[in-house]
């Protein structure tokens, strides 16, 4: 891979990660203070992003891998979710957000996938490159949040009471044209698939990649994907309000503070994966979100306040090591002609079921700890915690690595 290939792949991932952490951070916080959501119309609209993951595999699988070059697809998603982003910055009722935010997801979730086959696809060894590329993604996560918090204030107690968390989406509207535009210029990316070949259902439906499933070890991956995602609904929905309701002072841009570990163990993930193994690394991630949650639990604003930094901070461990691993080792599982349909599988199993169960289950828990408009947090976060520590339990039974 050239430098100037790597170029643009960094420019794309920047963009692409830039665009969600530019608005979907602060989403809560907007919802239930800009809007007045409630608790079960906040589930709903996170509950968007495991739609929009659900539809994805059928996306890759009808266009993706077998009629259209990879980046144009992308372009055409990220013109038309410009237009949705904009639709939204424009909506103070939530009966129009939520159809919006819904278009959008179904729209943003297949980008997840076509990213990582784009660059894939221009990798001679993607263990060893894929995380130099990858970085940038979460380095325009963290510029988002910098921005909303100590560039523009929009998350300040004063901001947030002018109504200004609604520019966040203006912001990434702005961003996705230009990755929309961007994505024209990519290096091609070609569908793998034989067009002479005739077009069965499970190609239009993607289900090739399903046949990953009768390998134990990868069912076993699968399956842990959906039920540590659950965890991580909690984090995406609860978070940012949780930080904002304790009184925490820039909470967007301090969350960046994960996103900055994150570029650390992105930088470490080819070290860990080659030298450990990937069960090995995928069990130190699960145990990072269980201690994360704990940290939250009994964190506070004051003299623990510590806590919620190193819990922050964890997430380069929880997330790195777990997800971006896994869609290095899908990559490996998966044969050449299914490569975009199996990253729209993990996708599935990720954002699609197991956010969807999470984010139900985040709003349900919240509400059964919140009383007379009070949550108790610390009970909040220990279920996360506890579901964490029984993924791991599963994973580390079940899942035989090969690798050393």
């Known amino acids: 891979m050239n430098a100037r290939i790597q170029s643009q792949l960094s420019i794309m991932m920047f963009l692409e990660f830039f665009i969600w952490g530019g608005w979907f951070v602060t989403l809560g916080t907007f919802l239930g203070n800009n809007i007045q959501a409630s608790d079960g119309q906040i589930a709903m609209a996170f509950s968007t992003q495991s739609w929009g993951a659900i539809i994805a595999p059928f996306i890759i699988g009808l266009i993706a891998d077998r009629y259209f070059n990879a980046e144009r697809i992308l372009g055409v998603l990220h013109l038309l979710g410009a237009v949705l982003l904009y639709l939204m910055y424009g909506t103070a009722d939530f009966a129009l957000f939520y159809p919006y935010v819904l278009g959008y997801m179904i729209a943003y979730m297949p980008t997840l996938a076509l990213v990582n086959s784009i660059s894939f696809n221009q990798m001679k060894d993607p263990t060893k490159e894929f995380s130099f590329v990858r970085v940038f993604g979460t380095a325009g996560w963290i510029v988002s949040g910098l921005i909303i918090s100590y560039a523009f204030h929009w998350d300040s107690e004063t901001g947030i009471a002018q109504g200004m968390l609604k520019n966040t989406f203006l912001m990434t509207a702005i961003a996705s044209a230009i990755l929309g535009l961007f994505s024209f210029i990519l290096p091609k990316t070609p569908p793998r698939a034989n067009r002479s070949e005739k077009v069965k259902l499970s190609d239009i439906l993607g289900l090739d990649a ?54 650390l163990f992105m930088l470490l993930l080819p070290y860990f994966f080659n030298k450990f193994g990937f069960k090995k690394t995928i069990l130190v991630s699960m145990l990072a979100w269980a201690l994360r949650y704990i940290l939250f639990a009994f964190g506070d604003v004051g003299e623990f306040s510590f806590f919620l930094i190193l819990g922050i901070a ?58 007379n408009g009070l949550t108790n947090w610390t009970n909040v976060w220990l279920v996360p915690s506890g579901i964490a520590i029984a993924v791991l339990i599963l994973f580390m039974l079940f899942f035989k690595d090969n690798q050393k």
Request: with cysteine; charged share 15%; hydrophobic share 45%.
């Open 210 to 263: 399903l046949k990953l499933l009768g390998d134990k070890n990868f069912l076993i991956f699968f399956i842990s994907s959906i039920l540590i995602s659950i965890p991580l609904a909690f984090y995406y929905q609860n978070t940012n309000p949780f930080l904002v309701e304790i009184g925490m002072e820039n909470a967007t841009g301090k969350m960046t503070l994960g996103q900055g570990s994150e570029l």
């Open 314 to 371: 964890l997430h380069g461990v929880c997330y790195d090591f777990f997800f971006v691993s896994g869609q290095i080792y899908t990559d490996n599982k998966a044969g050449l002609k299914i490569k975009s349909q199996a990253q729209g599988l993990i996708t599935l199993a990720t954002y699609g079921f197991g956010m969807f169960i999470g984010s139900i289950v985040a709003g349900k828990v919240k509400d059964l700890f919140t009383e």
